[in-house]
């Protein structure tokens, strides 16, 4: 009976044993790593394409105010000419994980405007800058 009760002990460990290492398998195969990202904007922002269209000397003031909505800011210069300001905000959340042993989390924001001159009801020049 004590070799029956010593070869079930043994059978265990080794069950365990193997149970054990396929889960550490299964752990450094990537289980334990984990990654989030997460972009947002805020603000009027415009987008490539749609910058794309807009056209010196054909895009109309009217088109882009239909498409862009208001601007943020409706400078008016002296001699007539408006500069259309539209400010956003691109924030960017990124946070990783390796289980029980590192945490981290990352935060990047960054302000923009897209700026349209208008001069006569035709746009002049459209640009991206900060």
Not at 88 to 103: K, M
């Amino acid at each position: 009976m004590a070799g029956q009760m010593k070869r079930n002990n043994i059978s265990v460990i080794t069950r365990f044993g193997w149970t054990g290492a396929l889960l550490a398998a299964l752990i450094a195969g990537g289980c334990l790593v984990t990654s989030h990202s997460n972009q947002s904007r805020s603000g009027k922002y415009v987008s490539d394409a749609t910058m794309k269209q807009i056209q010196p000397g054909q895009t109309t003031s009217s088109w882009v105010l239909a498409t862009l909505g208001p601007p943020s800011v409706d400078e008016r210069l002296e001699d007539g000419t408006h500069i259309y300001k539209y400010n956003y905000t691109e924030r960017t959340d990124s946070s990783g994980t390796v289980f029980l042993l590192f945490a981290g989390n990352d935060v990047k924001e960054k302000a923009g405007t897209v700026y349209i001159e208008v001069k006569n009801g035709i746009v002049t020049r459209a640009w991206r800058g900060t």
